[in-house]
């Protein structure tokens, strides 16, 4: 076996050497430190560049949260190690915005019209996590707003706010999560990669589009 630079891999992959340098600090990658470099092997980097899969079927919630969280720089802790250098080595093909398409499974929309008395309650509850344009400061008056929750508290919800499910003008869309909860305890609003997203789905809207590119390239700069 030949061994390999943090550079020589990092142009093989088509990554740069800070990612590469990053898949190892998170053990997606596995290298030896020798005289203050880091060492890998050609089989390793072979390894982790066969599992690349270009966009394609929608993902699954748990692998869709999962590349979210990798692209965002966390922990998608519910996936094993393997799938999570499947994923990470899926995002060294592919943008965040080119696997959009393929995200539309994180969560299940329902369309909801809730009191506007109730609306600022809802969007406060501590059992959802604010998307969309609400989590930018970027947009106003750009359709309904977006709160992610957990399945598991899509009744109570309903209960509470007593909702017109299925409205045909709804004021909020609950993207129900059947997946492990991906959000921080006490965390509100989602983290810019789910924001960017979701404004990429808003297709006839081109300001939201552009929001989305700005979030992304500040991501990358």
Not at 65 to 71: E, N, P, V
Not at 185 to 199: K, R
Request: glycine residues 6%.
């Amino acid at each position: 076996m030949n061994s390999l630079s943090v550079k020589q891999t990092a142009a093989i992959l088509g990554v740069s050497d800070r990612r590469v340098r990053t898949m190892i600090a998170d053990e997606l990658l596995t290298a030896e430190r020798v005289g203050g470099r880091w060492i890998l092997t050609d089989a390793e980097v072979a390894r982790f560049r066969d599992m690349r899969r270009k966009p394609g079927r929608p993902y699954s919630s748990a692998h869709a949260w999962g590349l979210l969280s990798i692209a965002g720089h966390r922990n998608p802790a519910w996936l094993s190690r393997r799938e999570q250098q499947r994923l990470t080595a899926v995002l060294a093909d592919a943008s965040i915005e080119d696997l959009a398409p393929s995200l539309r499974r994180r969560a299940e929309p329902h369309a909801w019209y809730v009191h506007p008395g109730l609306l600022t309650d809802l969007t406060a509850d501590g059992r959802v996590v604010v998307g969309g344009h609400g989590a930018t400061g970027k947009l106003r008056h750009a359709g309904p707003g977006r709160l992610y929750l957990s399945v598991d508290d899509l009744d109570a919800l309903d209960e509470e706010y007593r909702p017109t499910i299925d409205a045909a003008d709804p004021n909020v869309t609950m993207l129900a999560i059947q997946s492990a909860w991906p959000f921080r305890p006490g965390e509100h609003i989602v983290w810019d990669t789910v924001a960017a997203v979701d404004l990429l789905e808003m297709a006839n809207d081109d300001r939201a589009k552009r929001v989305a590119h700005e979030i992304l390239e500040e991501m990358d700069a």
